[in-house]
């Protein structure tokens, strides 16, 4: 599981103003729109949180990465690190 690509979902503003959200991973490609950066950067995050890797990544509007966020999830739940 490790040697797979990591999936990353990217948030883009379009030019007639709609945010959209890219989702590109080794088993699906999806693509989300919406009418604010709020809305889009919430679906962004809950969608990676919900994986167990993931990498969100907000896109100027020339394509390059302004900022990015990897999110890797413990696959326990139930674990917990004591000190």
Known sequence: MADQPTPVLSVLLSKDGVWSVNERGPNRT????????????????????AK?????????SGGGVRLSRDYDQDPDPHHVETP
């Open 30 to 49: 999806a693509v989300a729109y919406f009418p604010s950066k709020w809305g889009a950067m919430k679906h962004a995050v809950r969608v990676a949180r």
């Open 52 to 60: 167990r890797r993931c990498r969100v990544a907000v896109l100027e």
